[in-house]
C-alpha cells in the first residue's frame, strides 16, 4: 500500500530575523516493513539543504537561510510503500539469535539504544515491580511481549495526565500517560534489562473512517532489537 505524506512547518516571528539556522529530521526511513519511494523538502525562503546520518540512523538535513525573513516554511512530501509487520508472536528465540545478543560486538553496535536518559530511566524497585508481575528476562522477544501487554493492562490512557516534560518515573509513578509516556516507560525497562530499544515518531493511520482518537497524526511508538533481527529466526 502506498502513501503520501505532506508534512508542513510554518514558523511565523514577531520581528524580522536576519538570519537563521535549522535542522530538520522530516525524511521517512527505510526498514522490513516500509520502503521510502521519493522524499523533497520544499523550504520558503528558498535554501538548499546539506545532509548527514546522525547517531541513531536518522537523516538530518541542515539549512541556512541568509537573508532577512518574517516567516519561515518548511513542507516536505514523502510517497512511502508499507507492508504488514512480520507476525513477531512467531519469532523464535533461535540459537543464532541468544549468540548474536550476548556478543559483545551487538551490545557495542546497540549502545546507543542501551543507553538510559533523563526521560528513560527508572528506579530499581519500579523495574524489579515489572520483573516480578511478568516473569524474568530469559527470553528477549517474549519479555518484550509480555511488558507490552503489562503496559496495556496496568497504565491508562489519560491525555492531559502529562506533559512533554513528564519523565518516564512520572509516569510509572502515577499510572498514566499518553502515548509518549507508555513508549518511554517500556524503554526504560528494556533497556534496563539490556534489549535495545529506540523511540519513533511517526504516523497512525487505520482508514478514513476510523474513530480511534488521535489516528492520522504523528504519534510516538517504539522499536526493539529482535524487529531487525527476525530474518535469523
Request: net charge negative.
Amino acid at each position: 500500500m502506498k502513501f503520501e505524506i505532506v508534512h508542513t512547518n510554518l514558523f511565523t516571528y514577531d520581528s524580522a530575523v536576519e538570519q537563521s539556522l535549522n535542522t530538520i529530521r522530516l525524511k521517512p526511513r527505510m526498514d522490513e516493513c516500509q520502503r521510502l519511494i521519493s522524499y523533497r523538502a520544499d523550504i520558503t525562503p528558498s535554501s538548499l539543504t546539506s545532509s548527514h546520518t546522525d547517531l541513531w540512523g536518522n537523516h538530518v538535513e541542515t539549512f541556512f537561510i541568509a537573508e532577512q525573513h518574517q516567516s519561515l516554511e518548511v513542507k516536505t512530501t514523502s510517497i512511502v510503500s508499507i507492508q504488514r509487520s512480520p507476525f513477531i508472536k512467531k519469532l523464535d528465540y533461535s540459537m543464532e539469535m541468544q549468540k548474536i545478543f550476548i556478543s559483545s560486538i551487538f551490545q557495542n553496535q546497540y549502545l546507543a539504544f542501551l543507553t538510559q536518559t533523563n526521560y528513560t530511566y527508572l528506579n530499581y524497585d519500579d523495574i524489579q515491580l515489572v520483573t516480578k508481575s511478568i516473569g524474568p528476562m530469559d527470553n528477549p522477544i517474549q519479555f518484550s511481549l509480555d511488558l507490552m501487554d503489562f503496559l496495556y493492562r496496568t497504565f491508562k490512557y489519560s491525555p492531559g495526565s502529562t506533559n512533554v516534560n513528564t519523565t518516564a518515573a512520572d509516569a510509572f509513578k502515577q499510572k498514566s500517560g499518553v502515548c509518549q509516556d507508555i513508549t518511554h516507560v517500556m524503554l526504560g525497562i528494556l533497556r534496563a534489562h539490556q534489549i535495545p530499544a529506540r523511540y519513533l515518531s511517526g504516523y497512525l493511520y487505520v482508514g478514513e473512517d476510523s474513530a480511534l482518537v488521535g489516528d492520522a497524526a504523528a504519534m510516538p511508538g517504539l522499536k526493539s532489537w529482535h524487529q531487525e533481527l527476525d530474518g535469523l529466526a
